[in-house]
C-alpha cells in the first residue's frame, strides 16, 4: 500500500472514530435507567425498556466498531496491514475506505459468511 493510500485510509479512520465517538455519546445518553413510575405520554415504562434494549444492542455494536477502527489505526503500519488473514491477498482498497477495519477480503468475508 503506497503513502498516500495509508494517508487516506488514515483520514478516514479517523472521520470514523470521530463520528462513532459522537454517536456513542449520544446513546450512552439515552441509556440512563429508567424509573419505576416513569412514563411518557402513551409509552408505557416496559415499552421505554424494550426501547433500551434497541439502544443498548447499537451502543455495543458501535462500541465493538469503535475498538475495531482504533485497533487498524494503531496499526496501519504494520507490514499485514491490507491482507486477509484467511488467504494472504491483498484487500481490495475500496473495501478498507467503505471498511478500514476488514480482515479479510470480499472473497474470503463471502466464503466464510463474515
Do not use: W
Not at 402513551?42 to 482504533?70: F, G, H, P, T, W
Request: glycine share 2%; with cysteine; charged share 30%.
Amino acid at each position: 500500500m503506497t503513502k498516500e493510500a495509508k494517508k487516506r485510509l488514515a483520514m478516514t479512520i479517523e472521520r470514523d472514530l470521530s463520528s462513532l465517538q459522537r454517536e456513542l455519546q449520544a446513546l450512552a445518553l439515552q441509556l440512563q435507567p429508567i424509573a419505576p413510575d416513569c412514563s411518557l405520554g402513551d409509552l408505557l415504562r416496559s415499552e421505554m425498556m424494550q426501547e433500551q434494549e434497541v439502544l443498548n444492542a447499537a451502543y455495543i455494536e458501535a462500541n465493538k466498531r469503535y475498538n475495531r477502527l482504533l485497533y487498524a489505526q494503531g496499526h496501519l503500519d504494520d507490514e499485514a496491514f491490507g491482507h486477509c488473514i484467511e488467504c494472504d491477498e491483498p484487500i481490495a482498497f475500496e473495501r478498507l475506505l467503505l471498511v478500514p477495519e476488514s480482515k479479510y477480503c470480499v472473497r474470503c468475508a463471502t466464503e466464510n459468511n463474515l
